[in-house]
């Protein structure tokens, strides 16, 4: 039992880990951010299309009332993903990815509009530690500058991804959480097909190699490992050991693309962190 919570274990930090190469491949890709979305998410929904088929998992949609809300996550999905690239080229991997780690937080306060759960004031003050940490990210409040502007796309990413969770968790007791991933990048393909024809591909040959790792490491293995660890921790643990993306994030960025964070961004990126993990281990506690 040991060596299988060990092995468990281990496959969810591995799929940590592929996330957060998310952060570089998004800064270095040389294409236009919506180009980078749709080939992710075209070769993605291939992936896992193939992954399904020889699961035998079953990937229809039961009811047509469904169909909507999916439409819907799928769209704040793309959302989510296109703002945080545009935060990865304006700012840099370590104030895009921490800026996106708001998530948590921001979830736990719109919560209450979703459903029967009234706002816990801790939630209040864990962000209020969010912005201070925001603050501190931030070398200057200018709007004219990129890292500023790099953490408002952060900061709506990170709402857009929450807003998707929450829509998509009515989903997922009765769908397989791969196949609605795969439902949600199929969409998105479609969606976003006219980008390919209205901005600039030149170049994709030669970036198609690292387009093909964030398709197939980051987003069909990565995320489907990450959904399949659900099965054997709580979302909570989940998210705590997930809270380690943005600084294997940072590594990854400072070995391949020779990004070195500064002090704010230690210091903020704590405060951010921090909020995380206390509110993971917080929930843990509640359900227990």
């Not at 003050?125 to 709007?143: K, R, S, T």
């Amino acid at each position: 039992m040991k060596n299988q919570h060990s092995n468990h274990l281990l496959l969810l930090a591995l799929a940590t880990l592929l996330i957060s190469t998310s952060g570089a491949l998004g800064k270095f890709i040389d294409l236009p951010t919506p180009v980078i979305i749709w080939l992710r998410c075209a070769l993605g929904a291939l992936f896992l299309f193939i992954f399904c088929y020889f699961k035998k998992f079953n990937i229809k949609i039961n009811a047509k009332k469904d169909i909507p809300t999916i439409i819907l996550s799928a769209l704040l999905l793309g959302a989510h993903w296109i703002s945080y690239f545009y935060a990865l080229k304006l700012s840099n991997v370590a104030i895009g990815m921490l800026s996106l780690f708001t998530f948590p937080v921001i979830t736990a306060l719109l919560e209450p509009l979703f459903g029967k759960s009234k706002l816990d004031p801790i939630h209040i003050v864990l962000g209020v530690i969010v912005l201070i940490g925001i603050y501190i990210l931030a070398p200057e409040f200018n709007f004219e500058s990129d890292h500023v502007k790099g953490i408002l796309f952060g900061l709506f990413s990170a709402i857009c991804y929450a807003l998707r969770n929450l829509i998509l968790k009515q989903h997922v007791q009765r769908y397989n959480g791969t196949v609605l991933m795969m439902h949600q990048i199929m969409i998105l393909s479609v969606i976003l097909l006219p980008v390919m024809f209205l901005m600039d591909t030149g170049n994709i040959k030669s970036q198609l190699p690292y387009v093909i790792i964030l398709a197939l490491v980051t987003t069909a293995i990565g995320h489907s490992l990450f959904i399949h660890s659900l099965k054997y921790f709580t979302v909570s643990t989940a998210s705590i050991i997930g809270s380690a993306q943005p600084v294997f994030g940072i590594i990854i960025a400072f070995i391949f693309l020779n990004e070195i964070p500064t002090s704010n961004t230690f210091i903020g990126g704590a405060l951010i962190l921090a909020t995380v993990v206390i509110e993971s281990v917080r929930s843990k506690k509640a359900r227990s």
